[in-house]
């Protein structure tokens, strides 16, 4: 078996199975203690911080970061299908889910229920997706690493976000995170950016 497949297969078991959890039991001491760390750190200057980074995981941050995609790939116009893909599947799951969220003064604002993290989801599949670009295409290998780092950091701190904000379990954010990677698999593997397809605008 392929090592992508493997890592497919893991990463669909490993949702299900959190899937399943969540569905049966609904709360984790997990995400008590999770959310109790991070809202320890809680201030003013801090939430400011999050509520702006929180937005880069949105659905519309989303459709921004594919349109940058593609400027530099010919083929990537089909990131906005994907992501328009992966917001109605996670949509779909939410409802078989029904999970409350948080805080339910906040839950009746977003109206979705919590499981799993479309911002988690998002982070992972579109900043992923800029992060597998710039390791195939970057030749600088100090600059290579910076902007790994940083997307890295973002899809991060993307899930702390909504965490810190309140909208979100621990649990739903390690969900869409598990999601994402699975999205990102399937389309840098099996979709539109195989090596022998894809091209880069160097002009």
Known sequence: MKKKNLFLIIG?????????????KDNFYIDLMVSKFIT????KQLTIFFRWITKLGSFKM???VCFIILLFSYQSYFGFIYIIIIKVINYLIKILINRARPNLEKALLLKESSFPSSHATIAVTVYGLL???IYKRVSNNFLKLVLIIILSLIILLIGVSRI????????DILGGYLLGIIYLIVITNYLILKDNKVKIRTK
């Open 62 to 64: 989303g459709l921004i």
């Open 40 to 43: 320890g750190f809680k201030s």
């Open 131 to 133: 992060i597998y670009i």
């Open 164 to 171: 810190y904000l309140d909208v979100h379990y621990f649990t």
């Open 12 to 24: 669909i078991i490993l949702f299900l199975g959190l899937m399943i959890l969540v569905k049966i």
